[in-house]
């Protein structure tokens, strides 16, 4: 995040850009795990992934907030100073992290070790891997970075929209996340996930009108409509 801030051209960005990716993708999957190693019981780890998600898109929510009314892209001064708070913001997370209980459990004399190979020797888990990377291209990766592109190069909106597009999408999780928890329980989780993708199917359909040529309202309107379905 400190080298963003000074990254001021798109050589000098890339490769910040590419440890940036490198050192954030993981960071997910080892959460996970630590959200589970805490909360054994099923049930309490479903709400305790629940909580995290609603909680960490409220930060999200507050953060782009602040960024639609700070950044100001002709300038890069705000853009630096959002940078340089968010890797402070980074850096209070590593010192807070050793504070929680230890997750780490030796293993056993007689207790076999288990590799990758025991793992996806499961066929329903094979499947789930499948349907999560068919899911990961009109997922998260798509959003992050079709939903600036394409509102500023092809609607020709400005990234303070993008900003409050983002806020309106993370406002509608917080507010719906533990009323979907509730509603999933009734379903089977197959059914939920393809729902899932029906309902980015919709969305993003509804985002590609915002570049046709109709009123600006409308244009911010189809975009707010494409964060909130989505989220």
Not at 6 to 31: D, I, N
Not at 126 to 142: C, D, E, N, W
Request: glycine residues 6%; positive net charge; aromatic residues 10%.
């Amino acid at each position: 995040r400190v080298l963003l801030a000074w990254a001021l051209s798109a050589v000098r960005a890339l490769p910040v850009l590419l440890r940036y990716g490198a050192t954030w993708a993981p960071m997910f999957p080892a959460l996970r795990t630590m959200i589970a190693g805490l909360n054994p019981d099923p049930e309490t780890q479903r709400r305790a992934f629940a909580i995290n998600f609603t909680t960490q898109n409220a930060a999200i929510g507050l953060g782009t907030t602040v960024g639609a009314i700070v950044a100001n892209v002709p300038h890069p001064g705000p853009f630096r100073a959002l940078f340089l708070a968010n890797a402070a913001s980074c850096l209070l997370f590593a010192v807070t992290l050793p504070s929680l209980p230890s997750l780490h459990r030796p293993r056993g004399a007689d207790e076999p070790r288990v590799g990758y190979r025991d793992v996806l020797a499961n066929r329903a888990l094979r499947l789930m891997l499948v349907a999560s990377l068919l899911i990961a291209f009109t997922g998260y990766p798509a959003f992050d970075s079709g939903l600036p592109a394409y509102s500023t190069v092809e609607a020709d909106m400005s990234a303070h929209i993008v900003a409050l597009s983002l806020t309106v999408n993370t406002a509608f999780i917080v507010a719906t996340q533990l009323i979907v928890l509730r509603l999933v329980r009734r379903l089977r989780r197959s059914r939920a996930l393809a729902l899932v993708g029906l309902i980015w199917v919709v969305s993003w359909a509804v985002f590609g009108l915002a570049a046709l040529p109709i009123p600006l309202a409308s244009q911010v309107t189809c975009v707010f409509t494409f964060t909130a379905l989505f989220g």
